[in-house]
């Protein structure tokens, strides 16, 4: 495991982070976590969790247009940005959920809406099954199914392997220039700015967040999830960049299928990171299934 000095440093790393003024260090379920919060405190709770290797930079146009509506919270995952790793026995899909839900309890946060990006939508989906029950789950392309084929048994052993060798994480944040960190994010079909690729670059130049990400992948069974998937009640939205090419946009549909409440909104021209690249465009999206999940009867038990 990376040395804590090979960790993202909140002083050095975080000194302009986006909304800085919203962050707070969390002690909870053995890990210290940042947390950004937003919005009236009051107001209903909207959970917001990145995808593998992100952090709450993810957030940073998303974020303050959905406070003007509630109270969002937004962790880094462990292992990722500024919060601590879990061990390795903890690593899994639901270890992670279980992780998220103590995070949950220590706050005071009780979510009517989960709002998940890629490997994000995934760790709320275990949580829902697991017991937690908003009022509306928000996959943003979630990786919610296993990659196709042998893929499917490859991707996990690769990132196992790497993960187990130390020198791993060294080499990628060695060689995590500039260049290196655009072609990475072209190649999910998405455009950031310069200051997005600045941010994804200054953790992936740290060993430690690389570990986070290589962990989380290389210990997760997305086939565990997918043969319980049918058991989710809640109200499902799934949001599909069409120009995503880390997961296909036509698996949402064959999801959608399988679920018993669920739709599918398809964002043309946008890749992976489509909050990212237009924020406004999904924060409406959200903020009108959002509006009608809450004028519906609730179906807590």
């Known amino acids: 495991m990376p040395a804590p000095s090979d960790r993202p440093q909140w002083e050095r790393d975080g000194a302009d982070w986006p909304n800085r003024a919203a962050s707070r260090f969390v002690e909870a379920s053995g890990l210290r976590w940042h947390v950004q919060e937003m919005g009236p405190p009051e107001a209903p709770v909207l959970l917001l969790l990145h995808g593998t290797g992100a952090a709450t930079h993810s957030w940073a146009g998303l974020a303050p247009r959905l406070a003007e509506r509630f109270r969002v919270v937004a962790p880094d995952l462990p292992g990722h940005g500024f919060t601590d790793p879990l061990p390795a026995g903890r690593l899994s899909l639901p270890g992670m959920a279980a992780a998220i839900r103590d995070l949950l309890a220590q706050i005071g946060a009780a979510p009517v809406l989960m709002v998940g990006h890629s490997a ?26 296993p990659f196709p084929g042998l893929a499917s048994v490859l991707f996990p052993g690769l990132a196992r392997a790497l993960f187990l060798n130390p020198i791993t994480p060294r080499v990628f944040a060695w060689t995590a220039d500039r260049p290196a960190v655009e072609r990475l994010i072209r190649g999910t079909g998405s455009r950031l700015d310069a200051r997005a690729l600045d941010l994804y670059r200054r953790l992936f130049r740290c060993p430690g967040h690389v570990a986070g990400a290589l962990g989380m992948m290389a210990n997760w069974d997305l086939a565990s999830l997918d043969r319980a998937i049918g058991g989710l009640r809640v109200p499902v939205l799934l949001v599909v960049g069409g120009d995503d090419k880390a997961i296909a946009p036509e698996t949402a549909f064959t999801l959608a299928d399988r679920l018993p409440n669920a739709r599918v909104s398809l964002l043309r021209t946008l890749g992976h990171l489509a909050h990212e690249e237009a924020p406004e ?16 009867p609730s179906t807590a038990l």
């Open 120 to 145: 994000g939508a995934a760790i709320l989906a275990r949580t829902c099954l697991d017991g937690l029950n908003p009022r509306l789950l928000v996959a943003l392309n979630g990786a919610l199914t």
């Open 281 to 296: 465009r999904v924060a409406a999206l959200i903020l009108e299934a959002a509006e009608t999940a809450l004028a519906e």
